[in-house]
């Protein structure tokens, strides 16, 4: 018996194990982008910024990124607006329909992206809609809502209705109610929605690529150049780009988020 | 009442789909009186507190504060402030913040808001908190600022639906003094929801006890107490014996019986009406009734057997089987004589006052 390994040992290395199998090919991105070589493969050849300095001087990548800020921003802002809404209702209201009404919020969750993709491009173009980043957007809210629904009612649930029959009863309206208590305690729960959504939306492919006409998104860009082997390098340093910058922006949301909760708590 | 009404309560109903949460409520509640919502949770007295402050509609009737109608005005157009039972204090704000909360909508100017602000503070004991956020406050402390927050707003009416019940006993003890000093001082009417008897016994001019979404009785905590209505309200505050008699005569003001065991005892009805004496049903509180010890007379005496004694601390709660009866008394005894060593299966003798019995519509 004393030959073999404590449970606690054998969950340490299933632990290791499963980190490094999920990590290691992200790891590798940023290692071959600096790789002075057009074929991203070992040995590492020399040390070299070329494949980032070309990125600068890339328009259509430049121009990809920019569209995909503007859908990003704009569907993470409508999903977490209008999730408030739906939120609120969910977890305030009794009313008639109720439940098919959340679950049809919730159906992007399970319905195949692509049939999505299929059915609103259908759509859109039979209701005689331009494709265009507003079409994107259009797409990304439809499976952003889901998510901020989620993110929001247990924000909700997670502060007492009497607060906001309080700020009634003290003379506010609820138009100030909605300012001046809801907003506030909704605070985390708004920054993990607006995050995730925006997540969501950055990386979502098939939809954008489906609804995007002429103005690619960053993924739709990136699958287009994958074509081209001498580009890969390039979207290498474009990839090692993007995941230090998810990096920074979930870091920033997260010291945000815990420090609005700490305000929250209640400590006795 | 000899003051004028501040809310009248006309004809209620609360209806939740098919479930009749309030039934033909009917109330009048006087400008100054400090007056409780008493009863099991449940009973409607939630409900009803609610309805006067405006987070809930009444299905049918209509309530009137200050000679006026209620009927869809909402909570921020009321003259009325509520304490809220888990006191909703927002924890965002400061302490000084959550009091000023709705002074901001009146724009006062900072001075006379700032001067309101520790007015509040200081009524309620809390001067030095007001820097402190609402999440850093103890149960007693966001009792008090939830209080003040109210109270700042000069309401006409303060509602407070079971301000106290999550405060440990001996804080709790405390703040049912303080606040029927702070009712008496201020002079405005108090409207208290609370499911603890004694609260409402101590605290209030006059008590609604209610039952099922009705209220079986409206009045001075000790009629209620020594006089109740019915045997449902008996119940609900304290202890109660209860006999039933076979020769139960209404002569007039007045009443007698045979009770089995006891003997042939008189009452006054005490401004009731019983309608039908068959049904009705005799009381004595057990702390009426007394142990009569080695030594002593008394007349009339009950001879009995102890069948169960539970101490109390200052008293003694006996279960006495009367001799060659079906019938239990419980007698409470202080313990200033011994009455928690007398051993059970032990025989006892017991007697009254004559005045103590009671008579209630079963």
């Known amino acids: ?268 | 009442m000899t003051t004028s009404p501040m809310i009248e309560i006309r004809n209620v109903d609360k209806n939740f789909g098919t479930f009749r949460a309030l039934d033909t409520l009917n109330a009048t509640i006087g400008e100054g009186e400090f007056f409780s919502l008493l009863g099991p949770s449940g009973c409607g007295k939630t409900t009803l507190l609610r309805m006067i402050g405006g987070f809930d509609d009444p299905s049918s009737g209509e309530i009137l504060i200050g000679g006026r109608s209620m009927a869809g005005i909402p909570p921020n157009l009321r003259p009325t402030n509520m304490v809220f039972q888990s006191y909703a204090i927002f924890p965002h704000l400061n302490v000084a913040e959550n009091i000023a909360y709705g002074l901001k909508r009146l724009r006062l100017g900072r001075a006379e808001e700032e001067k309101r602000v520790k007015e509040a503070l200081d009524q309620v004991e809390l001067s030095e908190l007001g820097p402190r956020m609402g999440n850093q406050l103890s149960g007693g402390q966001r009792q008090r600022v939830a209080l003040a927050r109210a109270l700042v707003m000069r309401p006409k009416v303060l509602l407070l639906d079971e301000p106290l019940s999550a405060l440990d006993k001996n804080l709790r003890e405390q703040m049912q003094v303080e606040l029927r000093h702070l009712q008496r001082q201020i002079g405005i009417t108090f409207v208290l929801v609370t499911h603890d008897q004694y609260e409402a016994l101590s605290m209030s001019d006059r008590i609604a006890v209610m039952f099922g979404g009705q209220i079986a009785q409206i009045a001075e905590p000790k009629e209620i107490y020594q006089n109740p209505a019915t045997r449902q309200v008996a119940d609900f505050l304290g202890g109660m014996n209860f006999l039933t008699s076979s020769h139960l005569s209404v002569n007039g003001k007045n009443f007698a019986a045979t009770l089995p065991g006891i003997g042939d005892i008189t009452g006054h009805l005490a401004g009731k009406t019983i309608s039908d004496p068959a049904k009705a049903i005799i009381g004595i509180r057990p702390e009426r009734l007394r142990i009569v010890w080695e030594g002593e007379t008394a007349d009339p005496i009950v001879t009995g057997k102890v069948a169960d004694r539970n101490y109390f601390g200052e008293v003694t709660s006996l279960a006495v089987n009367i001799e060659g009866q079906n019938q239990h008394l419980s007698i409470v005894e202080t313990n200033d004589f011994g009455a928690d060593d007398i051993p059970v299966g032990s025989d006892i003798r017991i007697t009254y006052d004559r005045d103590a019995f009671i008579v209630m519509q079963g």
């Open chain 1, 1 to 268: 018996m004393r030959f073999l390994p404590s449970p606690r040992r054998l969950l340490a290395v299933y632990v290791i194990l499963y980190v490094a199998i999920l990590y290691f090919p992200v790891l590798l991105l940023p290692v071959f982008s600096f790789n002075d070589s057009a074929t991203p493969k070992l040995p590492l050849v020399g040390f070299t910024f070329r494949w980032y300095e070309s990125l600068a001087g890339n328009a259509a990548m430049q121009g990809a990124a920019w569209n995909s800020l503007i859908v990003g921003v704009s569907a993470a802002v409508l999903s977490t607006v209008l999730g408030i809404c739906a939120a609120r209702a969910i977890t305030r209201h009794r009313f008639r329909g109720k439940g098919p009404a959340s679950a049809l919020i919730m159906a992007p969750l399970i319905l195949p992206e692509i049939i999505i993709a299929i059915s609103l491009l259908v759509v859109l173009l039979g209701l005689g809609l331009q494709l265009s980043l507003v079409t994107v957007i259009l797409g990304h809210l439809l499976i952003c809502l889901p998510y901020s629904v989620t993110v929001l009612v247990s924000g909700f649930e997670g502060f007492d209705p009497s607060m906001e029959e309080a700020s009634r009863d003290l003379g506010e309206t609820s138009f100030g109610t909605l300012r001046r208590v809801t907003l506030p305690m909704l605070a985390p729960s708004i920054v993990s929605s607006l995050l995730v959504t925006f997540t969501i939306s950055l990386d979502e492919f098939i939809l954008a690529f489906f609804l995007s006409g002429t103005e690619p998104t960053l993924p739709v860009y990136i699958w287009g150049q994958l074509r081209f082997a001498a580009k890969l390098p390039n979207v290498l340093s474009l990839g090692s780009i993007l995941i230090a910058a998810s990096l920074v922006l979930l870091t920033a949301a997260e010291i945000f988020r815990r420090r609005a909760e700490r305000k929250m708590e209640l400590r006795p």
